[in-house]
């Protein structure tokens, strides 16, 4: 595993910001780290980065303990902080020629140009840094995060202030980045968790309280399963309500209906075949599920 983290804990007075965690990110996966603010997030993305020491436990990345050799774990980790650190009066293309220089990369123009090329900073490698919008900015703190093409990437709020255009390309640089790397996201938007992880770390109060993919977590807090459906024309009520496994069956109106069940039934199938036994089209055959969102929600209250 690229991270390793076992027993994590961090205290500061009497707070525990971060609760006695384990947790592993492999290579080639996006791991989404979600909770709300004051959760220990940022926290255990500054261990893990050697940035602060842990009270108690261990995390490892790529082998190295981050309080024993955090060298050999700074040279293995691209950092992205919640709150981008720039040099605001260099120029773009000295700010990534400074950061290559400093990593002691070989060919480090070539590899200024593919960072400026890979996070589309083409049109403003010449300005000012701190003439640059947020989201230009934030490209720039990605570019600085990747340049020495490390093995894992720490992303704290990465697409903090982009413009819809800006934020499809970086989620698609993001994902790309994930099928190679070990990629380590937190966010607060639940679209972008939908659209770039493969799976999700919950953390709450300082504990862990989901680890797992979002189609799983979405399974385990359903109650029932909903099937919403619509007829061409109105069926047979009667036999509608018989239908094996159903619990409850909600009119909505226009001969659309709700049926509910146990959480690991699926009536669709049975929709389906009652459609074809009395001669009914079907407009509309779906099944409900919660939103991550809502599954974060559920979660941390």
Do not use: W
């Not at 190295?64 to 040279?75: A, C, G, Y």
């Not at 950092?79 to 605001?88: G, I, R």
């Not at 960072?115 to 000012?128: F, N």
């Amino acid at each position: 595993m690229s991270v390793t983290v076992q027993n994590l804990t961090k205290i500061y007075g009497s707070q525990k910001a971060v609760d006695e965690i384990s947790f592993q990110a492999k290579a080639g996966e996006v791991l989404g780290f979600l909770g709300p603010n004051g959760a220990g997030k940022t926290t255990t993305m500054k261990i893990v980065t050697s940035f602060i020491p842990p009270d108690e436990g261990t995390a490892t990345v790529c082998g190295f303990d981050v309080l024993e050799e955090p060298m050999e774990v700074r040279r293995r980790i691209g950092y992205l902080p919640e709150h981008n650190p720039l040099y605001k009066d260099m120029y773009v293309r000295e700010y990534l020629g400074f950061i290559a220089g400093l990593h002691q990369l070989r060919k480090a123009r070539q590899r200024v140009e593919e960072m400026i090329e890979m996070t589309g900073l083409v049109l403003e490698q010449h300005k000012l840094i701190g003439a640059l919008s947020k989201g230009y900015r934030q490209r720039v703190g990605l570019a600085q995060a990747m340049l020495h093409d490390p093995e894992v990437l720490i992303l704290d709020e990465p697409t903090s202030g982009l413009d819809p255009n800006q934020l499809a390309d970086i989620r698609k640089l993001i994902k790309q980045l994930g099928a190679k790397k070990t990629v380590i996201f937190s966010t607060h938007i639940m679209q972008e968790v939908k659209a770039i992880c493969d799976r999700v770390l919950i953390i709450n109060r300082g504990k862990i309280v989901a680890n797992d993919s979002i189609e799983d977590l979405q399974r385990r807090i359903a109650a029932e399963a909903v099937v919403t459906v619509e007829f061409q024309k109105a069926p047979p009520q009667k036999a509608l309500s018989a239908i094996s496994q159903l619990k409850e069956l909600r009119e909505l109106g226009g001969n659309r209906f709700q049926l509910i069940s146990g959480p690991d039934a699926d009536l669709r199938p049975a929709l389906f075949d009652f459609a074809v036994e009395h001669h009914i089209k079907l407009l509309e055959l779906h099944k409900e599920v919660y939103e991550i969102d809502e599954v974060f929600q559920k979660l941390t209250r």
